[in-house]
């Protein structure tokens, strides 16, 4: 069993920044893929950002440019940095970990962009 663990959330002014950071608790030694989705409230959850083992990148439809991914696999942690952001960037924010067979997700964390 693998834990994530979320951090860096809150509350932010339109044209702010945040980063987020996932910590997974161990090691994962296989390829493995490592990302951001986000859910607002009766919507799916979408793709934000993901990030390969080997630091190939993903991003959602517009979002790059404004948001970043990025990896320090010394210490099985993702960051999303994220700027300039928009009232319609409010959402949960969930870190997943794909490889082999298996897909964890982590609790969430609320971030909230509103003057």
């Known amino acids: 069993q693998v834990h994530l663990v979320e951090s860096g959330g809150g509350l932010v002014q339109p044209g702010g920044s945040l980063r987020l950071s996932c910590a997974a608790s161990a090691t994962i030694f296989s390829f493995n893929v490592m990302g951001w989705y986000r859910q607002a409230p009766g919507k799916e959850r979408d793709l934000v950002a993901d990030?390969?083992?080997?630091?190939?990148?993903n991003y959602g439809d517009s979002l790059k440019g404004r948001f970043t991914i990025s990896r320090d696999n010394a210490k099985n942690t993702i960051y999303l940095q994220m700027n300039s952001l928009k009232p319609e960037d409010t959402a949960g924010y969930y870190c997943?970990?794909?490889?082999?067979?298996?897909?964890?997700w982590g609790q969430g964390i609320q971030v909230t962009v509103s003057s």
């Open positions: 997943n970990l794909r490889f082999d067979n298996s897909n964890y």
């Open positions: 990030i390969t083992s080997g630091g190939s990148t």
